[in-house]
Each structure stands twice: as structure tokens, then as C-alpha cells.
């Protein structure tokens, strides 16, 4: 099982930042093999992929979000992955969620089978 935990989510002013934490844990959770993705979700809105990163390390990251958004990993701790989200702007607001997927990333949401619960994201203009 992979479990994964979000935190960091919270209300900001536009061009605000917030730094969002994903710990992935479980007995068969590696990060060489899983594929971890933030995604986001605003009210009636589908899922949007936001940032990825591979098993290989190679980190992706849409480009509705390229320079204000920084994907990483803790340099002490490869279960953690940390969203650095700078400049942000009231279209940012959702629903974040990381979502783990074995080997290969996908940009649909529904293909990752591990999930966690989601930290909102509020940017207020």
C-alpha cells in the first residue's frame, strides 16, 4: 500500500506564496518506482495535472504555472516532495492533491491509484 499525506494548503493575497508537502509512505512505496504528480481541482472543474516527477527524478511542471511553481525533493528524506508555489494568482485556487502512480506518469488523474485527501489552496485577489 502507498499512502500519501498532503500539507501546506491555506488562504493567501494575490502574488502570495505557500509551500505545499507531500509524505508518501507504505511498505511497498519507493520513489524509483512510483511516479508522484500534483494535481489540482477548482470548483466544477476538471482535474488539472500541475507538477510530476518521474522515476528517473525528471521533474515536469505545466505551463500555466512554469516559473511561479518549483517541484522538489527533500534533499534529506526522498519520501517528501514539496510544491513551491510563488506569485500566486486567484486562478490558483483549488483543491491540490498528490497522487503517487507505478512507474509511468500520466496526466490523467484517474490513473493514479494512490491518492491523498487533498489541502486547499486560496488566493484571494
Known amino acids: 500500500q502507498v499512502q500519501l499525506v498532503e500539507a501546506g494548503g491555506g488562504s493567501v493575497q494575490t502574488g502570495g506564496s505557500l509551500r505545499l508537502s507531500c509524505t508518501a509512505s507504505?511498505?511497498?512505496?519507493?520513489?524509483?518506482?512510483?511516479?508522484v504528480s500534483w494535481f489540482r481541482q477548482a470548483p466544477g472543474k476538471e482535474f488539472e495535472g500541475v507538477a510530476s516527477?518521474?522515476?528517473?527524478?525528471?521533474?515536469?511542471v505545466t505551463e500555466s504555472v512554469k516559473g511561479r511553481f518549483t517541484l522538489s525533493r527533500d534533499a534529506d528524506d526522498k519520501n517528501i516532495l514539496y510544491l513551491q508555489m510563488d506569485n500566486l494568482k486567484p486562478e490558483d485556487s483549488a483543491m491540490y492533491y498528490c497522487?503517487?502512480?507505478?512507474?509511468?506518469?500520466?496526466?490523467?488523474?484517474?490513473?493514479?491509484?494512490?491518492r491523498g485527501q487533498g489541502t486547499q489552496v486560496t488566493v484571494a485577489s
Open positions: 497522487a503517487a502512480k507505478f512507474l509511468v506518469c500520466s496526466t490523467s488523474f484517474d490513473e493514479y491509484g494512490h
Open positions: 507504505g511498505y511497498v512505496y519507493n520513489p524509483w518506482v512510483y511516479c
Open positions: 516527477i518521474n522515476i528517473q527524478g525528471s521533474i515536469n
